[in-house]
């Protein structure tokens, strides 16, 4: 009788559990499948470390922050936001070729950082709190969350050629027509996307003819600081002549007496805005330069860009108008994790 219980109980155990089994089951069946679970790692933003020459000091930025500070020293905020989107572009290329090494003098002269603020070495680069200062009769707010939008619209976007970071020279104004680099630069050899390009609309802008008048007296007075072996034949009007020009009509040599010296060192030497020039004599001993465009005249038009962008062009129209062959991309990998390794020594 025992035994028959003991039985009957364990059969109502298997029973139990085979039926618990099933229950569970199907719970499991009815069950939604658990929910795919996808991760975005959110790269950091890229730092930049900058060598402020006015304040001498060294400061870790943002990227995008210290090119807000670039476009808006750079460009006139009041230019058509396609024309900013295409500086802040350049302006990014720019930094992060000369940050990598590949363009410039690296850090030779910045203690360290990847560029330094001085107009004359990398870009020129103002804070929010001095822009009043350098457009006082501009609306701070209004321009300077233009150069923001500007920035940020385009974040991570850098120029390439065939797959390397480009060196976007840029200036004021092209006076009609860009130049090739290495009609400026000697030593350099011809850039593919560096070469001359007609560039229309500029001629309403202050920046593209400039009058210089210089007397006699003054350029011998110039030319024999730098030049003390120079021998003065007569007056200005028999003492200087063009000898050649370049392919976008700029001065390429010019003689002044018994030598012949570059046109950019012309410039350079009597502080003209461009080597495109018209000479004209007014008296036998005294000249007026025209100068056209403002800037050495290589790559993209700052006014040209704008005066496209006004068009109806776009960022990239732009870009691929004045750097001809390029790509616009994203920061490529090795650049970002240099500019990670710089930050980590
Ligand atoms: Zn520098």
Not at 95 to 111: D, I
Not at 164 to 178: K, L, Q, R, W
Request: proline letters at 4%; charged letters at 25%; a negative charge.
């Amino acid at each position: 009788m025992r035994e028959k219980r003991k039985l009957l109980l364990l059969l109502a155990c298997v029973l139990l559990f085979f039926l618990l089994t099933k229950v569970f089951q199907k719970k499991k069946e009815e069950m939604p499948p658990e929910p795919e679970v996808t991760v975005t790692v959110i790269p950091p933003e890229p730092e930049i470390v900058v060598y402020n020459t006015r304040d001498d000091m060294l400061q870790v930025m943002l990227l995008d922050d210290y090119l807000v500070g670039v476009v808006a020293a750079e460009m006139e905020a009041w230019f058509s936001m396609e024309a900013l989107k295409a500086q802040a572009i350049a302006a990014r290329t720019y930094a992060l070729g000369r940050a990598v090494g590949k363009y410039g003098s690296n850090m030779e002269r910045h203690f360290g950082a990847h560029v330094c603020t001085d107009s004359t070495h990398c870009q020129a680069w103002i804070t929010k709190e001095m822009y009043p200062i350098w457009y006082p009769k501009a609306e701070p707010e209004e321009n300077w969350a233009r150069v923001e939008q500007a920035v940020h619209e385009t974040s991570g976007l850098i120029l390439t050629y065939e797959g390397e970071i480009i060196n976007p020279m840029y200036h004021a104004n092209s006076g009609g027509i860009t130049e090739d680099i290495e009609e400026v630069w000697n030593s350099v050899k011809p850039v593919p996307y560096l070469q001359s390009v007609y560039s229309e609309g500029e001629n309403d802008y202050s920046s593209f003819e400039k009058s210089v008048v210089l007397s006699g007296e003054k350029i011998r007075e110039v030319l024999m600081k730098e030049y003390s072996e120079i021998v003065f034949l007569g007056p200005v009007s028999e003492d200087v002549q063009v000898v050649q020009f370049t392919g976008s009509d700029r001065v390429k040599e010019i003689r002044i007496g018994s030598i012949a010296i570059p046109g950019t060192k012309f410039r350079e030497l009597f502080s003209l805005s461009s080597t495109q020039m018209k000479i004209q004599f007014i008296k036998d001993d005294e000249m007026e330069i025209l100068t056209y465009g403002f800037g050495h005249g290589v790559g993209m038009s700052q006014c040209g860009a704008n005066a496209l962008a006004q068009k109806g062009k776009d960022y990239s129209y732009i870009l691929e108008y004045y750097y001809t062959g390029v790509e616009i991309v994203f920061i490529p990998e090795e650049i970002l994790s240099s500019l990670k390794t710089d930050r980590q020594k």
